[in-house]
């Protein structure tokens, strides 16, 4: 029975993939197991680029995460990555919304946390003293990356409310993409397999089309738990598409010369 199942699968993947060619889809069968690639056509005015959590805790040598985070940041080279993909949405003027996290005094009160929730909270990842004040904010592990913060601060991008586990459930980045008629995502950030799936995740069951860059994120890695391997999975069986940062940044300049 289970082989059976095995071979309808297969003939149904392979169907798909067969369908997403001869419609003039990006990719081919003989990929990731048959898998089709709808690819993502960046189309300006309906095009935005997400970042999730570029922030001093995640992403710098002093951040309370990088003893686990920092080699495979390093690796893909991830800081550079985002500041390329920041330097060319603000080139050709393709919107930025950024997706942060932060934590108030308030929320270190949670009576139910999961387990990387539990964690966060013991290292005061992300903690700012007060919703309402940036005191103590700058150069926090709140805080953006300093080589961000000209792409950021310059009056233009969105910087939505905080979600606070790791999905826009939880913050207004939904409403703040659909009130600037945004339809397709580029998504970016920290960490792959927490913030940056869960974005893409419920980004998808709300209707928009999400290419990943595979190299602008980067996660977690432990001794038996790979959290940038299990995220790479999920990005190509769900998003719509899965790109290295290089294709994505000639993508837009493509779209919008």
């Not at 709808?38 to 003893?67: C, H, K, Y």
Request: proline share 5%.
């Amino acid at each position: 029975m289970k082989r059976v199942l095995h071979n309808l699968f297969s003939e149904v993947l392979n169907a798909a993939a067969v369908i997403a060619v001869s419609a003039g889809l990006t990719g081919a069968s003989a990929q990731a197991g048959g898998l089709p690639d709808p690819g993502m056509e960046i189309v300006p005015g309906r095009t935005a680029l997400v970042v999730t959590d570029p922030q001093n805790d995640f992403l710098s040598p002093d951040g309370v995460t990088w003893g686990v985070v920092g080699m495979n940041v390093q690796e893909n080279r991830t800081v550079e990555n985002i500041d390329d993909l920041f330097a060319s949405a603000k080139a050709v003027g393709m919107p930025v919304f950024i997706s942060p996290h932060y934590y108030y005094p308030h929320d270190h009160r949670w009576q139910v946390e999961g387990s990387l929730e539990a964690l966060m909270h013991s290292i005061g990842m992300f903690d700012r003293k007060d919703a309402l004040s940036l005191e103590g904010f700058e150069g926090s592990g709140a805080d953006w990356l300093e080589r961000y913060k000209k792409y950021i601060d310059d009056g233009k991008t969105v910087v939505t409310s905080p979600h606070k586990v790791y999905g826009p459930e939880s913050n207004d980045l939904v409403l703040q993409l659909r009130k600037a008629g945004i339809s397709k995502v580029v998504l970016a950030g920290m960490s792959a397999n927490l913030c940056t799936e869960s974005h893409m995740r419920e980004l998808i069951e709300q209707g928009f089309e999400v290419l990943v860059v595979s190299d602008a994120t980067a996660a977690a890695q432990l001794p038996g738990w790979d959290g940038y391997a299990a995220a790479l999975t999920n990005f190509r069986m769900i998003a719509n598409h899965v790109a290295p940062t290089a294709e994505a940044v000639k993508a837009m300049k493509v779209a919008y010369r």
